[in-house]
């Protein structure tokens, strides 16, 4: 499978701090899907880009795709207790329907 | 809209034995996945199904895993016989399959403790 890393694999922050992880491959993406998991959860969807350059906003979320669609990252503005969880990127090469997941950033957040 | 149905929940079973997960996608959805996570790791595809065809089973161990999705809705994994490395939350995914719109959707998993 493809390889896509994820930095960095562990984040402990302040509340209040900000927060970004970054996914990188070595070769042009389709595009890259981004998901939340919360501990003992499952993966929840949180967005999708596709054009180079683009970037995408939800909330205190910010996510961009690189011009060269190589990389990707999501940064959360101000930190909250509820941002808690591992966040990964899934990137896919050929065609929209085939995505590999990275290891993942797990972000701990301190009151 | 209900989500995607995984059953059992929890599993703990003997190195070489048998087992089978359940997945019920969401209504509708076309593309069905099988993820293994380790603990620690992210979700490894598995295999991917476009109604009951495969699309994708390169990182399916064949010589004990395989996994059917018979009409093209609910799909069974099966384990057989079961290693000590199989250890790990196997999630089930659907998505849509239209461009421009593939979010896919999990269901709470699979925990598989080997023993």
């Known amino acids: ?111 | 809209e209900a989500g995607v149905a995984q059953s059992p929940r929890y599993k703990i079973i003997e190195k070489r034995q048998s087992v089978a997960f359940w997945c019920n996608p969401i209504s509708g959805h076309a593309t069905l996945y099988w993820y293994q996570q380790i603990l620690g790791q992210g979700p490894k595809l598995l295999i991917q199904f476009q109604n009951n065809g495969v699309v994708d089973d390169s990182q399916l161990p064949k010589d004990r895993f395989s996994a059917e999705r018979l009409k093209g809705v609910d799909s069974t994994l099966k384990i057989q016989p079961a290693k000590l490395e199989d250890s790990a939350v196997y999630l089930c995914a659907s998505s849509l399959n239209r461009i421009m719109n593939t979010e896919a959707f999990f269901g709470q998993g699979t925990r598989l403790t080997v023993v």
């Open chain 1, 1 to 111: 499978g493809q390889q896509v890393m994820q930095i960095p694999q562990y984040q402990h922050v302040q509340e209040g701090e900000d927060f970004t992880t970054y996914c990188n491959s070595s070769t042009t993406l389709s595009n890259i899907q981004w998901y939340k998991q919360r501990p003992g959860g499952h993966p929840v969807f949180l967005i999708q880009l596709v054009k180079s350059g683009e970037v995408k906003k939800q909330k205190r979320l910010t996510f961009q795709f690189g011009e060269a669609k190589k990389n990707s990252s999501l940064h959360i503005t101000a930190t909250q207790t509820t941002d808690v969880g591992t966040y990964f990127c899934a990137a896919s090469l050929y065609n929209f329907n085939k995505f590999y997941f990275g290891s993942g950033t797990k972000l701990n957040v301190k009151p």
